[in-house]
């Protein structure tokens, strides 16, 4: 009897947790609804929606360089494995066409899919969760009106146990948390709506923020630097490495341009990001940027350490190739966009590490189409990674401070792989912001 009762109560106990389990994994489907006409929604929401997708940087995460846009491929490498971005065009049968206003929410929110499949949170719906159902319409009507391209979702390269989507169930349970956002009362409405963008679609802490070992924001370190793309995204808080203090006004100027002549020219994912937001509201941008200021806090005492003289490091084998390659445009005393940046100005001569130094001199920066835009060509077809290494040793020497860097020429060959595979699967132009050439029109 005894026996009994015992396999009775462990049953029972096996019974609840699987219930439990059931419930916290199984989502169900929604139904399939016919793809809406671009005339189903408004011409100013659909507007709206485009802005809101810029400052989200979908078309970046969503478009395959040289595909089509919002039509997914584009491989996300994770340590788990890699993602494919999913096709977000309204074609029914690869894409979201299929999609109802309440699919769309659940995914923006939870992560689920129209199918009842949880999402692998490289798409940032840690951050979406905020957006207002008000923005989440526009993005769907804007989504709903663009060009549907067939192009169904590669499989991902994930291997057991994380190629198992009801796991990220319970990872939802510690790290998705819904209605995060509140707005401050105590400061402006263009404080709030900056907040709000940042936290939220923006998902600026998606990049700036460092992950734990199960791949979430570590909170305790918001803004506080993470690495994305063999590219280091900076700390931008009060822990902000930049030499000079990034204030309201350079923010703006910063990511409208994507260069101010205190901190540089936007690169490596960083230039996406601005690409996108150039093409919004101006109010948009001033809005981040206000929040943005506060998180990085009043500016420091004056850190920047004391450079060797140029003497001292005269003999230094990077010195020949800076004078040759380097000296007629960051010495040439011509303000940006015309002549190269203060090197001693350059966050990424100041920080720890070289990678996104190295990732510049390799690949240069490109001008934008149609702008005075800084320009710098490549090196990487004109020196090895030897000379390469030497010249980003003398430049940290001569204009960084901080001890020297370690295993250079290591980074620089990582960084020239890094590069080469890149231009191997995104071959085409840098997509422009989505439909920037129909800013006018719905």
């Known amino acids: 009897m005894a026996r009994s ?28 609804v016919a793809p809406a006409s671009s005339t189903s929604f ?17 078309n970046t995460c969503h478009t ?8 997914g491929g584009l491989p996300v490498p994770t340590p788990f494995g890699t993602i494919f971005s999913t096709n977000i065009t309204p074609d029914p049968e690869s894409g979201i066409g299929g999609w109802s206003e309440a699919a769309f929410r659940r995914a923006m929110r939870a992560g689920v899919d129209r199918d009842g499949h949880h999402l692998y949170p490289t798409f940032p719906y840690d951050h979406f969760t905020n957006i207002s159902d008000a923005d989440d319409r526009a993005l769907y009507a804007f989504l709903m009106t663009r060009e549907p391209v067939h192009a169904p979702t590669r499989t991902n390269e994930v291997s ?21 956002y509140r707005p401050a009362p105590d400061k402006s409405a263009e404080w709030n709506r900056g907040a709000y963008l940042v936290e939220g679609l923006a998902h600026c802490g998606a990049c700036h923020t460092p992950r734990n070992a199960l791949g979430a924001e570590r909170t305790n370190a ?22 000079v203090h990034w204030d309201r006004e350079a923010l703006i100027a910063y990511l409208r341009q994507g260069w101010h002549a205190d901190h540089g020219t936007a690169r490596g994912p960083m230039a996406e990001v601005v690409s996108n937001l150039s093409s919004v509201p101006a109010s948009d941008v001033t ?17 920047k350490a004391a450079s060797p003289s140029v003497a001292s490091l005269s003999g230094d084998p990077g010195a020949a190739i800076y004078a040759a390659a380097c000296v007629s445009c960051h010495e040439s005393a011509r303000p940006l966009p015309y002549g190269g940046v203060d090197l001693a100005r350059s ?28 320009i710098m060509p490549g090196f990487g077809n004109s020196m090895d990674d030897n000379q390469i290494a030497a010249l980003l040793t003398y430049l940290r020497a001569r204009f960084g401070e901080g001890p020297a860097w370690m295993n250079v020429e290591e980074i620089v060959k990582q ?28």
């Not at 395959?64 to 039509?71: E, L, M, T």
């Not at 943005?292 to 004056?302: E, I, L, Q, S």
């Open 42 to 58: 408004r011409p100013d929401l659909i507007r709206r929606g485009r802005d809101l997708a810029a400052i989200g940087n979908c």
């Open 64 to 71: 395959v360089r040289g595909g089509r846009d919002f039509a």
């Open 347 to 374: 966050t990424a001569v100041s920080v720890s590490d070289p990678r996104n130094l190295a990732n510049i001199v390799i690949a240069g920066v490109q001008p934008v189409a149609g702008e005075r835009s800084p």
């Open 287 to 303: 809005d981040i940027a206000t929040y943005m200021a506060d998180v990085f806090g009043k500016a420091p005492t004056d850190r």
């Open 160 to 180: 057991f146990p994380y190629n198992q989507r009801w796991l990220l169930a319970g990872w939802k349970l510690l790290f998705l948390h819904h209605g995060t």
């Open 5 to 32: 009762k015992i396999i009775a109560g462990v049953a029972a106990v096996l019974l609840v947790a699987g219930c439990g389990a059931f419930v916290l994994v199984w989502r169900p489907a929604i139904a399939a």
């Open 222 to 243: 918001s803004f506080s630097g993470g690495d994305v793309d063999n590219w280091q995204a900076y700390a931008i808080n009060t822990h902000s490495p930049a030499p």
């Open 415 to 442: 960084a020239r792989q890094t590069q080469t595979a890149y231009v191997r699967t995104a071959a085409g132009p840098q997509n422009a912001p989505a439909d920037a050439a129909q800013r006018d029109k719905p």
